[in-house]
């Protein structure tokens, strides 16, 4: 199956710094999300992104199919951005919502 | 928006009893949902695909006659963990897609089995 390897596995800012996630797939995608996992573990759709470069607010995306991976930005990072961010992908051949995750990126923004 | 409701949010059983988790679509109908299984500080493990009227489909190595799926209609599924053990303890999270390629995910159930 397709694999997705995010990086880094951790990252710790300062508030008010910006930073970015990366998520590497491992054969072409015809559906790519970014998730965020609050504390409390409910997860929070960000981005729709299979390609392309798309913005909301202090948070943008960035897919480049054919060189498989994604960025995510955070800009002016806030305590409230803390928590896991998941890219999941589906396959080409796949059904559109069957989503494989990759581990993650564990964000804690400090104070 | 989508909204995905998952209840109960939390719940401790004993050994060897039952638990059922549902999944509903508060505002849009969803022929397919899924489940996921998450251990701590892990990734999201897909354990199995809800279809509305049909059985359910099991990912490799998901015991199907341990975690039964029901799909009895285009707004609800639930999963039952049968006979818990408490290595069944983890996080269920199901998930749902209206009419666009956007999941949305229910809020998450935490299991814990004494």
């Not at chain 1, 797939?25 to 997860?43: A, E, K, M």
Request: proline share 4%; charged share 15%.
């Amino acid at each position: 199956g397709i694999q997705v390897e995010q990086s880094p596995p951790d990252l710790i800012l300062q508030e008010g710094a910006n930073s970015t996630l990366r998520c590497n797939f491992s054969d072409s995608v015809n559906n790519l999300q970014w998730f965020h996992q609050n504390p409390w573990g409910q997860l929070i759709n960000l981005f729709y992104i299979p390609s392309g470069t798309k913005q909301n607010g202090r948070l943008s995306a960035t897919t480049v199919a054919t060189e498989r991976y994604s960025l995510l930005y955070i800009s002016s990072s806030q305590t409230t951005d803390s928590g896991v961010y998941f890219c999941a992908v589906v396959d080409s051949g796949g059904s559109n919502y069957k989503l494989t995750f990759g581990k993650g990126t564990l964000l804690t923004v400090n104070p | 928006g989508a909204v995905v409701s998952q209840h109960p949010s939390r719940v401790i059983c004993k050994s060897g009893t039952s638990v059922k988790i549902e999944c509903r679509s508060l505002d849009f109908q969803a022929t397919t949902m899924f489940w996921y299984r998450q251990f701590p500080k892990q990734s999201l493990m897909l354990m199995a695909t809800s279809n509305e009227g049909s059985k359910a489909t099991y990912e490799q190595g998901v015991e199907k006659d341990k975690f039964l799926i029901n799909h009895a209609s285009l707004t609800l599924s639930t999963l039952t963990v049968t006979s818990a053990h408490p290595e069944d303890s983890s996080f269920y999270i199901c998930s749902a897609s209206g009419s666009g390629p956007r999941v949305t995910f229910g809020s998450g159930t935490r299991l814990t089995v004494v």
